[in-house]
């Protein structure tokens, strides 16, 4: 694989702590996203997965350590973030159609007043991007699980972020829900840097560059060296680990893993 | 309804009554259908029952010490935006627990009130008339008090509803999209208790709640769309506050517990037709 120049380093931790009340949750971080990369991050419940992201958007800080976002601070950096939270906590009543949703994206950056016919073009391009057009006036509350996650990529997609963050996207969607996610996510991809917090292990498959494992401490594997003993030591006990093929990375076989187009 | 009709071209409190419970069903349906959505009806309830502490303190200082710029009313706004900062304070940024703050402003409000009222010439008058509403007293300096609230909360919601919808939706992606979120959340409070002055008004402290969330939850049931329900809401709340002020006239019920019912009637109609349509 004949690498060119270093792609862009998007995001890095140098020596990042991070904790709770006193109680450590992040030790020594040390980590680099390369622009245009699909990450995967694992974990056990409570190692510091979502931290970690939160710390990336911005909405934490660290302890000790340094964090830099497409160069600058993270809560300098936030707009160029698209964040895809986790599509179960939502109020399944709430009154908003599929495209209100996919405005709210824009409403940080829209003055006071009602959308300008500009900004829905906006909103409705993000939505084409998803295949969700033709329900732009639907219910939120219609939709099923996949749709619902796609209109939420849609409304981080509003605002054209150069990196997407997502939280558990496969959770409580049915695989071909999830084997649709993950084609959007492909197209996405050649635009745009993704990163994607799962404790699925068996979804983090051929899609992803590299895996980050967190627990308390930070790993970074290519997925091809994402063996069973790995997740032994991650989850400290042994648990099956169901690959749903083996088709390896052909990337990227260092710890630093670039992914070069 | 036709002695309500005659009477109505004679007096001029049936004419304040009819004109502020319109006035107030206005910020009823925006406001109650916000605070719906976003399950706040005990934090209403809570500002609600704060202003009796505005009212007592006010009357008693316009009675007692002749300082008549102080109306119940004037004390009741005053009350309720300080009632609104305190918990906006501890939602934005303090660990406490929601709970206990909304429950220490609803009891110390009404201490405050219940203690000024008794230090109070006319006690029992006025005590009944700020829990349960007195719709045919307001004054018409009160009205223009009224008609100026409504004004400032439909301009607000015009300009704001974008970011304050984004915010009742999901507020930790607002934050993140880069919504002042505490900046909204304070905004937001402060219509809460600008409404609740206006309907306390209308039905009195103890049955705002109800009137805030019943005509917002029966049109929930049959819109999509936040803006739908909010006009929905606004028609609903004018049936029940006019049909209340109606149907009360004659045979002389209390007007806010009428419409109240009124309002709940509505409610159970709209959940059967939420049923009828599946």
Not at chain 1, 99 to 111: E, Q, R, T, Y
Not at chain 1, 164 to 173: Q, R
Request: proline share 4%; aromatic share 8%; net charge neutral.
């Amino acid at each position: 694989m004949p690498s060119s120049a270093p792609p862009d380093i998007v995001v890095s931790f140098e020596q990042v702590d991070f904790s709770y009340n006193g109680e450590p949750v992040l030790l020594d971080v040390n980590l680099q996203i390369h622009d245009r990369e699909m990450i995967g991050i694992i974990g056990p419940n409570g190692g510091g997965k979502t931290t970690l992201l939160r710390l990336i958007l911005g909405q934490l800080k660290p302890d000790r350590g340094k964090i830099l976002v497409f160069g600058q601070p993270p809560d300098r950096s936030s707009h160029r973030l698209g964040y895809v939270p986790q599509h179960m906590q939502f109020d399944s009543n709430f009154p908003v159609s599929v495209l209100d949703v996919v405005l709210m994206g824009l409403a940080g950056k829209s003055g006071p007043g009602p959308f300008s016919g500009k900004l829905k073009k906006t909103a409705e391009l993000a939505l084409a991007s998803v295949d969700l057009l033709a329900y732009r006036t639907r219910s939120f509350a219609e939709l099923s699980g996949g749709q619902r996650q796609r209109v939420l990529i849609a409304r981080a997609l509003a605002s054209s972020p150069d990196m997407l963050l997502f939280d558990e996207p496969t959770a409580n969607v049915d695989t071909s829900a999830g084997e649709k996610l993950y084609e959007i996510l492909e197209n996405l991809n050649r635009k745009m840097t993704i990163l994607i917090v799962s404790h699925d292990i068996g979804f983090v498959n051929h899609h992803i560059s590299s895996v980050v494992c967190v627990n308390q401490r930070v790993h970074v594997h290519p997925t091809s060296q994402l063996a069973g003993h790995n997740i032994i030591d991650l989850y400290g006990h042994d648990m099956s680990l169901i690959r749903h093929d083996h088709r390896c990375s052909i990337k990227g076989h260092s710890t630093n893993a670039p992914v070069s187009d | 309804m036709l002695q309500f009709l005659i009477d109505l071209q004679q007096f001029r409190f049936l004419q304040y009554a009819l004109l502020t419970g319109i006035m107030a069903s206005i910020a009823c349906g925006i406001v109650g259908s916000y605070v719906t959505v976003r399950r706040m009806t005990y934090i209403a309830g809570a500002i609600a029952h704060c202003t009796l502490g505005g009212m007592g303190v006010a009357g008693y200082f316009s009675k007692e010490q002749g300082w008549t710029f102080l109306t119940p009313l004037t004390g009741a706004t005053l009350a309720a935006l300080l009632a609104a900062l305190i918990i906006a304070y501890m939602l934005n940024r303090a660990s406490m627990r929601l709970d206990t703050v909304l429950s220490a402003v609803w009891a110390i409000g009404m201490a405050i009130g219940i203690i000024f009222i008794s230090k109070t010439g006319g006690y029992n008058e006025d005590l009944m008339s700020y829990l349960f509403g007195d719709i045919l007293m307001v004054s018409d300096r009160d009205l223009l008090l009224i008609a100026a609230l409504d004004l400032i909360l439909a301009v607000v919601v015009f300009f704001l509803h974008n970011q304050l919808l984004a915010i009742s939706f999901d507020e930790e992606f607002a934050r993140i999209s880069g919504i002042r979120v505490a900046l909204y959340n304070t905004v937001f409070l402060c219509l809460i208790a600008l409404t609740v002055v206006l309907l306390v008004q209308v039905v009195g402290i103890i049955l705002v709640v109800a009137l805030l969330s019943l005509p917002a939850a029966a049109a929930g049931k049959l819109t999509v769309r936040l803006p739908a329900m909010m006009l929905l809401a606004v028609f609903l709340s004018l049936i029940s506050t006019t049909g209340g002020l109606i149907i009360s006239y004659v045979p002389n019920l209390p007007a806010g517990a009428t419409i109240v019912i009124v309002a709940a009637l509505l409610y159970l109609g709209c959940s059967f037709l939420e049923k009828f349509r599946r």
